[in-house]
């Protein structure tokens, strides 16, 4: 059996009013694209800068391609690749030097001109950094991560601030990571994106993992395959009495309401008839599978978008 690429045992660490990672355990098979799923200041980040070497942990163990950073600093260097949240360089730097430059650290690397075709750059090979989009930063960010040729990569938030047409380009250069055989370690806010990449996952709350697996076993353990949605224009009204008459729990949500349910097709009648009796000024009633956010939603009493 092979090593994990990644391994954590009780991993914590601690600011003056706040525990940021409170014990967490982890294993990252080789070859698997993981993802840390969570809201903003669960930790996520915190965590991968521990694993990274940028940030010393208070307590537990971290051992990196079999490896740790007490004894092999210099090599998890030369092995991993890392793309934080967000990554300054000179207004007036090319992606074609950006990657020359950066290259050169390394005794191994993978060629500029490589890189910029990966990440959909050719065209901007030779443009100042400044002149760049938000999603030409960030693929270029990812080149830069890529450029020792690293076996496992770490991504931070990869696709934060970016329209949904960067956003899809950038989940094409994490699939083609895996397709390579690389492990990919990223951090994510969004429900799609890690529905979409990760083989397996972690949410985390806290500083606290709170369930791993893969995707669809997460939403299966919920045993609530669909749920009903009312929406409202503007602001939705308690469900206190309407919830009473139908039965069943009903989630207030921003401008809906969020009904879970085995079975939507018999609770339809019901929930229209109880809608009625109660004069329900809905808008529009939707049926949607779970996600990942009714998951979040289940074990810890909030949205991930809180």
């Given at each position: 059996?092979?090593?994990?690429?990644?391994?954590?045992?009780?991993?914590?660490?601690?600011?003056?009013?706040?525990?940021?990672?409170?014990?967490?355990?982890?294993?990252?098979?080789?070859?698997?694209?993981?993802?840390?799923?969570?809201?903003?200041?669960?930790?996520k980040t915190t965590t991968l800068e521990i694993i990274e070497g940028?940030?010393?942990?208070d307590a537990g163990e971290i051992e990196i391609l079999?490896?740790?950073?007490?004894?092999?600093?210099?090599?998890?260097?030369?092995?991993i690749g890392v793309q934080l949240q967000s990554t300054s360089l000179f207004n007036k730097i090319t992606p074609r030097e950006s990657l020359d430059l950066y290259g050169s650290y390394y005794p191994k690397r993978r060629s500029t001109e490589e890189l910029l075709k990966l990440v959909q750059l050719e065209e901007k090979a030779?443009?100042?950094?400044?002149?760049?989009?938000?999603?030409?930063q960030q693929r270029l960010a990812l080149a830069m991560a890529?450029?020792?040729d690293p076996e496992l990569v770490f991504l931070d938030e990869p696709t934060t601030g970016l329209d949904p047409q960067a956003r899809r380009g950038l989940w094409d250069v994490v699939r083609s990571m895996k397709a390579e055989g690389r492990t990919v370690v990223l951090t994510t806010h969004y429900m799609?994106?890690?529905?979409?990449?990760?083989?397996?996952?972690?949410?985390?709350?806290?500083?606290?993992?709170?369930?791993?697996?893969?995707?669809?076993?997460?939403?299966?353990?919920l045993a609530i395959p669909s749920v009903v949605e009312l929406t409202f224009d503007g602001p939705a009204p308690e469900p206190g009495a309407f919830a009473t008459?139908?039965?069943?729990?009903?989630?207030?949500r921003a401008d809906l309401w969020e009904i879970p349910?085995?079975?939507?097709?018999?609770?339809?009648?019901?929930?229209?008839?109880?809608?009625?009796?109660?004069?329900?000024?809905?808008?529009?009633?939707?049926?949607?599978?779970?996600?990942?956010?009714?998951v979040f939603l289940h074990r810890t009493g909030r949205s991930l978008r809180e």
């Open positions: 059996m092979s090593l994990p690429a990644l391994r954590l045992r009780g991993l914590r660490k601690t600011f003056p009013k706040v525990v940021a990672v409170d014990g967490v355990d982890l294993d990252v098979a080789q070859g698997e694209v993981f993802g840390l799923l969570g809201p903003n200041g669960a930790g940028l940030t010393s942990s079999g490896l740790t950073w007490a004894n092999n600093g210099q090599e998890i260097r030369s092995r030779d443009a100042y950094h400044i002149t760049l989009s938000g999603g030409q890529l450029v020792n799609d994106e890690a529905e979409a990449l990760c083989d397996r996952l972690a949410i985390m709350d806290h500083g606290k993992v709170i369930a791993t697996g893969t995707p669809a076993s997460l939403i299966a353990d008459d139908l039965g069943l729990a009903v989630e207030r349910t085995p079975d939507p097709k018999a609770l339809l009648p019901r929930l229209l008839e109880a809608a009625e009796t109660r004069a329900v000024p809905f808008q529009q009633v939707h049926i949607r599978r779970a996600t990942l956010e009714d």
